[in-house]
């Protein structure tokens, strides 16, 4: 059974920084495309970055974390990151992470989800 | 970047009744790829439909999903009290950052 368990989140200041974490189990972590999503309060979903299994195709952002947040993955460690620096109080947050359906280059199915990781960014 | 706009916004509907949820995109969604998810308070997304018209895993027949191009939809029939939930719309396919509809809630009458 696929399990995504986030962790990292909390209180911060507005241009603080903070890691989260997200530790997968149950399927073979390096064949798959991650992505973070993230929902603000009452709001809708919104996909933040994404990481290619095999990493060399890359990496992508959404405009609104560009140059702030930045994703990456242990694969020795079954474990997804995302570092998230210069934060606002626009990124407060429920912060998921999830699993594409397809193994290989992805095609961003996010079929699997973790319960996320709340995000608050407030002085 | 594709805009996909749901409606309506929220729908008001009996048990056993047929739930008809619309997304629309700004413009062709390539291959079909469009996802829907539901939401269920306090729970994260689930997958319900994929590929425009594929259930997921463990999805019941009641959910069905059509369309192409730039209008889909989603229908479930026969309402269970479980399906009350807010569905949200996805283009996937060649790239991450595939944008999400606003969503449309789907309430007890």
């Known amino acids: 059974e696929v399990h995504l368990l986030e962790s990292g989140g909390g209180l911060v200041q507005p241009g603080g920084s903070l890691r989260l974490s997200c530790e997968a189990s149950?399927?073979?972590?390096?064949?798959?495309?991650m992505a973070w999503v993230r929902q603000a309060p009452g709001k809708g979903l919104e996909c933040v970055a994404g990481?290619?299994?095999?990493?060399?195709?890359?990496?992508e952002y959404a405009d609104s974390v560009k140059g702030r947040f930045t994703i990456s993955r242990d694969n020795s460690r079954n474990t997804m990151f995302l570092q998230m620096n210069s934060l606002r109080a626009d990124d407060t947050a429920l912060y998921y992470c999830?699993?594409?359906?397809?193994?290989?280059?992805?095609?961003?199915?996010?079929?699997?989800w973790g319960q996320g990781t709340l995000v608050a960014v407030s002085s | 970047e594709i805009v996909l706009t749901q409606s309506p916004g929220t729908l008001s509907l009996s048990p056993g009744e047929t739930a008809t949820l619309s997304c629309r995109a700004s413009?062709?969604?390539?291959?079909?790829?469009l996802a829907w998810f539901q939401q269920k308070p306090g729970q994260s997304p689930r997958l319900v439909i994929y590929?425009?018209?594929s259930r997921a895993t463990g999805i019941p027949d009641r959910f069905s999903g059509s369309g192409s191009g730039t209008d889909f939809t989603l229908t479930i029939t026969r309402l269970e009290p479980e399906d009350f939930a807010v569905y949200y719309c996805?283009?996937?396919?060649?790239?991450?950052?595939?944008?999400f509809g606003q969503g449309t809630k789907v309430e007890i009458k």
């Open positions: 590929g425009a018209a």
């Open positions: 149950g399927f073979t972590f390096s064949n798959y495309a």
């Open positions: 999830a699993k594409d359906l397809i193994s290989g280059d992805g095609i961003w199915l996010l079929s699997e």
């Open positions: 996805q283009q996937y396919g060649e790239s991450a950052m595939g944008s």
């Open positions: 413009q062709s969604v390539g291959g079909k790829y």
């Open positions: 990481l290619y299994a095999g990493g060399d195709r890359g990496i």
